[in-house]
């Protein structure tokens, strides 16, 4: 073998200080496609978060050694890729073969499959520029958008073409004679046309003004067959992996409390505009929740434990696990040390994490560490839940939609603003006394919010 056919071995990196191995997702770049330095590779996933590995060179794939779905321990190598001199030979034979064989790009051109799966990497730089990534091509595999893509969209004054295209549609729509109802479309004639009628306003949960996400989910063709199969991704498969672990070893119990949370309504009412000027973000209602579960927890430290064969191992911090939903999957990235923060602060954490979730940008840092997990599935206007616990911690606890409905207080008959509280704890550590006792002290903390609490 010559000098210039020498291959460089690429290992798998050390995301993070407890990694001690990985799983490949998906090869985004196969054999004989050109690489550049800091273009993605593939994907991988760890017990806790999906991450791409990025090349630390330029230069052309030569070889997989580990397939999608095999677990490599770090240090060990992944593949294998010619470097940019002998690239530059090996691409330039490329193109001498392009006119008798399709390129990579052509082959997939009727392919859409991943048309709609962004990397963590296009997402931030669609996010910088302000594109809008469906109105990109895609030339990557599948018809997936690569960072290239999308630098070569911005320069040609993306921005500008994607104001024209906006443009030329109003200007569309304007010439319709279905003009100012909803979901017009010029394509579609008088006859075929079905004014659709506007979806009802939610006037329960927390975000009573939004409508809930419809999730998009790729199917591929069965033959013309009325069943759809959906791949078991990398993600969902720890997922899985982690729910079975935690029901099949831990001996779940549930209990609920209900709590009037009228005062907490009307503080947050009184503060939240002042405080969406000043900081840049919501004061939601999960970190006056937050706050009350932390105090709580520091009445009763039992249920900031886990379950260790022959002991019970009490943490000394409290770190909570917040369970993010995003479309295919749950994260629950931690806010350490959350007895030292007050609301405020709490806030703060709630809106950095859940932007990292949804963003895809948690690190491995962000998810570890958990004592206690708070789940917030009051958003989605649920009233009632049986959570999973996060193993191995010992409870899990839920906050249920806020509703207003007729309680008796005193004899009489009022309107308060009431929601759920539901804990599933761990029944070899915790037992019903202990936590109806710390669901009690919750009830109390949210229940002595007042419009004098302060936030800072």
């Not at 260790?308 to 909570?320: E, M, P, S, T």
Request: net charge negative; with cysteine.
């Amino acid at each position: 073998m010559s000098e210039n056919q020498k291959l460089t071995d690429v290992v798998m990196p050390q995301l993070a200080e407890s990694l001690v191995s990985a799983t490949i997702a998906k090869w985004l770049k196969q054999p004989g496609d050109k690489v550049e330095q800091y273009e993605p590779i593939c994907e991988v996933i760890t017990d806790k978060v999906n991450a791409e590995i990025p090349s630390t060179m330029d230069g052309i794939m030569a070889e997989h050694l580990a397939a999608e779905g095999q677990t490599i321990g770090v240090g060990e190598i992944i593949c294998r890729m010619t470097v940019a001199g002998q690239a530059q030979a090996e691409a330039a034979g490329v193109k001498e073969t392009q006119a008798a064989a399709p390129s990579a790009s052509s082959v997939n051109a009727g392919d859409s499959s991943m048309r709609n799966r962004y990397s963590p990497a296009v997402q931030t730089l669609a996010a910088q520029h302000g594109v809008d990534l469906s109105t990109i091509q895609g030339t990557g595999m599948g018809g997936r958008i690569t960072r290239k893509d999308v630098l070569a969209y911005v320069e040609k004054g993306g921005a500008d073409n994607q104001a024209q295209t906006e443009a030329g549609q109003a200007a569309k729509e304007a010439e319709s004679p279905f003009k100012g109802l909803a979901h017009a479309n010029p394509a579609v004639t008088k006859e075929q046309y079905i004014p659709l009628s506007p979806s009802p306003e939610r006037n329960s949960g927390l975000h009573m003004s939004e409508l809930p996400k419809i999730p998009s989910i790729e199917v591929e063709s069965t033959g013309g067959e009325r069943e759809t199969l959906i791949d078991v991704t990398p993600l969902r498969n720890a997922i899985a992996t982690n729910m079975r672990q935690s029901v099949s070893e831990i001996p779940h119990a549930w209990t609920m409390v209900e709590v009037d949370v009228t005062n907490l309504v009307l503080l947050r009412n009184k503060l939240k505009d002042e405080f969406k000027r000043r900081e840049g973000y919501n004061l939601t209602y999960l970190a006056f929740f937050l706050k009350a579960v932390v105090n709580a927890i520091k009445d009763y430290p039992i249920m900031n434990s886990v379950w260790a064969v022959n002991k019970i191992i009490v943490k000394r911090d409290i770190n909570i696990s917040l369970a993010v939903g995003t479309e295919d999957s749950v994260m629950t990235p931690v806010i350490q040390r959350a007895d030292q923060k007050n609301i405020a602060g709490l806030a703060r954490e709630i809106e950095e994490l859940a932007t990292k979730t949804r963003q895809g940008k948690l690190k491995l840092e962000d998810m570890q560490g958990g004592t206690f997990t708070v789940n917030n599935t009051g958003s989605f206007g649920s009233i009632l839940s049986y959570p999973i616990i996060n193993y191995p911690q010992a409870a899990i606890l839920t906050f249920e939609s806020i509703v207003k409905r007729p309680v008796v207080i005193n004899d009489m008959i009022a309107v308060r603003s009431m929601a759920n509280i539901c804990l599933s704890l761990d029944h070899r550590i915790l037992d019903g006394v202990i936590c109806g006792r710390f669901l009690q002290r919750v009830k109390e903390n949210i229940e002595a919010y007042t419009l004098d609490t302060k936030v800072y």
